[in-house]
């Protein structure tokens, strides 16, 4: 009876362990998640406009499992690093962006704000190597003139 007992706990265990490394899907070493726009260091006015570019891999929906494609997640202010074994939080410094989109339009308030983006597979997770921008810092002024938009460079996501 312990022998089945120990063999029923090693499987229990091991199909835990694999549902775990699952969570780390494979990503091209050849990735790379940028922001388009705004520039690093750049001063603007609220509401500002985030253009997000990938290289070498899709953007889909959230829930979607095609391989090599995620979607994007924006975190602003967010000093922590993010858990590779818990999915990406989704609150006011981590925002989803579920339907594949590759802009979002932000109201921040006057001052310093860092932005990030973060590549997540169809289940919010971080892929294996992580797919992760270069932190940006911006500053948001008060009664700055609006900035004309820029024009999306040709190819970008």
């Known amino acids: 009876m312990k022998i089945i007992r120990s063999i029923v706990l090693a499987a229990a265990l091991a199909a835990v362990a ?5 969570q780390g899907r494979p990503s091209p070493k050849s990735a790379m ?3 388009i726009s705004p ?8 509401p500002v406009t985030v253009r997000f570019g990938l290289h070498d891999m899709g953007v889909t929906h959230a829930g ?7 979607h994007h997640h924006l975190l602003i202010d967010v000093d922590e690093p993010l858990n ?12 989803h962006f579920t339907a594949g989109q590759t802009e979002a339009v932000l109201d921040l308030e006057p001052g310093k704000h860092t932005l990030q983006l973060v590549l997540g597979d169809g289940k919010h997770f971080l892929f294996n190597p992580p797919v992760v921008s270069k932190k940006i810092t911006i500053t ?6 609006a900035a004309p938009p820029r024009p999306r460079r040709r190819g970008s996501h």
């Open 64 to 70: 979607d499992d095609f391989i090599n494609s995620g």
């Open 18 to 22: 694999s549902l775990a490394h699952a």
């Open 33 to 35: 998640l940028y922001i």
């Open 84 to 95: 590779p074994n818990e999915p990406i939080p989704a609150d006011k410094n981590h925002q």
């Open 39 to 46: 520039e690093d260091g750049e001063t603007l006015k609220s």
């Open 140 to 145: 948001v002024g008060e009664n700055l003139p």
